[in-house]
């Protein structure tokens, strides 16, 4: 029966070990030829015993050039090595500065499956390309746009539709125009607002239209953008306009969806949407200026 090292679950617990950046990758060039632009097998397989070697012992993320191994030959990834003090966390023994070509040489004549084939990749791919092919694989999951909570759920789009319809209560919408009203009515509210997530489905695609309030440097300000459910090179596709007024005056923004590749902060805060003072959001609400009551209208269109 296997018991767990109390060693390694210290080192576990202490951080993730990303993954060697690319330019990590290319030490193994002295070792074998480019294996790159091999065309894709259908059928190859690869025994566990042989993965499990690959494995690093402490983080159990696969193993990348530079791989080093104890006077015993215990190996560990390059990631792992500073994190261990110079102590192979299977025998203790010092690790010196040994690589192992051997395993980095085994690692460069396999290929192996993309680990998304269950959500419909098939290609083959050479292990030290393996990690580069996943890191952009069209058909690896997304991640739930949902904006109100860390929400940690990954999928293919019509999964996540149903998880932000069911699990959300994410309001659903058929058709490329909207016309939506936000009230606050408490001053509070209206200070520390943070909304709101409506799914449109149109065009054969599904669209987020996001709308809350964040603060801008001092200032707190409004934003509404459109997101697409889908990849960037699809959203490219699509534009919308927004529309936000009162008292005689409007504000109109027009743009391209953001891709759910690109999460919501990251669309938020590089501001590519319709950002509203918060001075002129009570000025279009009207009133006292002390409730916010405003209505955005918008429409979204697919390029010729």
């Known amino acids: ?21 690319n330019e990590e990758l290319l030490d193994v060039s002295e070792l074998v030829d480019d294996h790159s632009q091999r065309p894709l097998k259908p ?24 791989i080093h191994q104890c006077s015993n030959g215990h190996t ?30 085994i690692a460069a004549s396999l290929e192996l499956p993309c680990k998304y084939q269950n959500y419909g990749c098939i290609g083959i791919h050479p292990y030290y390309s393996k990690l580069k092919h996943e890191s952009q694989c069209a058909y690896r999951p997304y991640n739930c746009p949902y904006a109100g909570s860390e929400c940690n759920v990954v999928g293919d789009i019509p999964y996540l539709v149903s998880h932000l ?9 058929n058709g490329s125009t909207f016309n939506h009203r936000y009230v606050k009515s408490n001053p509070q509210e209206v200070e520390n607002a943070t909304w709101m997530l409506t799914v449109f489905s149109c065009f054969g695609q599904c669209f987020c239209l996001h709308f809350e309030a964040f603060q801008l440097g001092m200032a707190p300000v409004y934003i509404a953008f459109l997101r697409f459910m ?4 699809e959203a490219k596709n699509y534009s919308y306009s927004l529309e936000v007024g009162g008292n005689g005056r409007k504000m109109m923004w027009q743009g391209v969806p953001r891709s759910i590749r690109d999460s919501h902060r990251k669309v938020r805060d ?4 319709l950002i509203i003072q918060r001075n002129m959001a009570l000025f279009f609400s009207g009133g006292d200026r002390k409730e916010l009551k405003l209505r955005v209208t918008g429409r979204i269109w697919k390029e010729q």
């Open 1 to 21: 029966m296997a018991t767990s090292n109390p060693f390694f679950d210290d080192i576990r617990s202490t951080s993730d070990v990303d993954p060697p950046q």
């Open 43 to 66: 059928n190859v397989s690869v025994s566990s015993s042989v993965c499990e070697l690959l494995e690093c012992p402490v983080c159990l993320n696969a193993m990348y050039p530079p």
């Open 76 to 105: 560990l990834c390059s990631g792992c090595k500073p994190r261990v003090h110079n102590r192979c966390p299977t025998c203790r023994h010092e690790l010196g500065n040994i690589r192992c070509l051997a395993l980095e040489k």
């Open 165 to 173: 319809k069911d699990d959300h209560k994410v309001d659903m919408h």
């Open 230 to 233: 889908g990849d960037d090179n």
């Open 270 to 273: 590089s501001f590519d949407g």
